[in-house]
């Protein structure tokens, strides 16, 4: 498959897995604590065990949001193989894609889900960073909140703050850069005194993206 066919094919794989280990063993339930039920969190894809971590992390690149442990109980095989640990994942895309970071759904508050195409893959993907940051950037008290997903992206993204702080002024509505206008002075003298990070909305809620609704 083309890079593009690939990175389509694992975000969509992620979060149907995700849906999927949901539907089938529930939330805040004891049993996940059992390693069978955790390891049937994962997809065989071509003779090879994946779970959600495993996508974000060795195949797409993107360190993981940090979610609460419950989530992170689900998807996290409890015991990990030492020996091959820095070994390339045999899936893995040729050079990483942080924008998926705004693609790859928890089933958490912060992550809406959507179906990805791979011919309109990076137009998506870009449309989905500019959504994210629309829904969830704000405004209070002099400062600009910002979620932390996007501190993850940046990292990955080797972004400095001042150049992230410049994608999310391009990214938001007129409304929105109204607001931000008071703080533009601030923002070029002492950007990292103005910008707070928001905390990882982790609570369970799955929003489908309007494009899957009609």
């Known amino acids: 498959m083309t890079h593009e066919e690939q990175l389509c094919f694992w975000i969509n794989i ?18 996940l604590k059992s390693t069978d039920m955790i390891l049937k969190a994962a997809y065989n894809v071509g003779g090879e065990s994946v779970n959600a971590q495993t996508i974000q992390n060795s195949i797409l690149g993107c360190q993981s949001h940090r979610p609460s ?20 994942h045999p899936y893995a895309l040729h050079h990483s894609e942080p924008v998926a970071h705004f693609a790859l759904s928890t ?11 791979a ?14 940051i629309q829904a969830n950037v704000a405004v209070k008290k002099q400062a600009l ?34 607001e931000m206008a008071q703080l533009q002075h601030r923002l070029r003298k002492r950007i990292d005194k103005c910008v707070e990070w928001l905390p990882y909305k982790s609570n ?3 929003v489908v993206h309007r494009d899957l609704a009609e």
Not at 74 to 84: C, D, E, H, I, M
Not at 107 to 117: H, K
Not at 156 to 170: F, G, I, T, Y
């Open 14 to 31: 992620h979060n149907a897995l995700v849906m999927h280990a949901f539907l089938a063993y529930g939330i805040h339930d004891k049993r």
């Open 145 to 178: 909140l910002l979620p932390k997903v996007l501190h993850y992206y940046a990292k990955d993204a080797a972004l400095e703050l001042r150049h992230l702080v410049e994608l999310v002024c391009e990214s938001t509505s007129e409304t929105q850069r109204k």
């Open 107 to 117: 089933g958490t508050f912060s992550d809406p889900v959507r179906l990805y195409t």
């Open 119 to 132: 011919k309109k893959i990076h137009h998506q993907l870009e449309r989905a960073r500019t959504e994210f």
């Open 204 to 206: 369970f809620r799955y």
């Open 69 to 88: 442990l419950w989530v992170r109980t689900l998807f996290t095989p409890a015991k990990r193989s030492l020996a091959g640990s820095t070994a390339r």
